[in-house]
């Protein structure tokens, strides 16, 4: 399984900004895709999921209405279409693959069971 994380910037605060994960090797059953973030200084955490097969999308509070997940199935793509940025969003971005995630694991970086290499965003202010 690879993941290979892409779309990353320097954008000022109001710009968007999608990032794109091309994925290979996934062929599970019950797969999910998320994208989390990690700060300098911080923990790794949630922002968006989806669920391979149907669909199905999960967002952390601090980015419902702003981001907005997707997937390509034909291209195995998934992106993270990223609106109305805000500083407090700069961050090394990852997306990472799950088996078998159960709805209450979905946020949960420990369960995820594949990671891509992180790309960089940067919102000025």
């Known amino acids: 399984v690879q993941l290979q994380a892409s779309g990353g910037g320097l954008v000022q605060a109001g710009d968007s900004l999608r990032l794109s994960c091309a994925t290979s090797?996934?062929?599970?059953?019950?797969?999910?895709l998320g994208w989390f973030r990690q700060a300098p200084g911080k923990e790794r955490e949630f922002v968006a999921a989806?669920?391979?097969?149907?669909?199905?999308?999960y967002y952390s509070d601090s980015v419902k209405g702003r981001f907005t997940i997707s997937r390509d199935k034909a291209k195995n793509m998934v992106y993270l279409q990223m609106n109305s940025l805000k500083p407090e969003d700069t961050a090394v971005y990852y997306c990472a693959a799950g088996i078998g995630l159960i709805v209450s694991s979905v946020r949960d970086r420990d369960q995820y069971d594949y990671w891509g290499q992180g790309t960089l965003v940067t919102v000025s202010s």
């Open positions: 989806i669920r391979w097969s149907g669909g199905s999308t």
């Open positions: 090797g996934l062929t599970f059953n019950h797969v999910t």
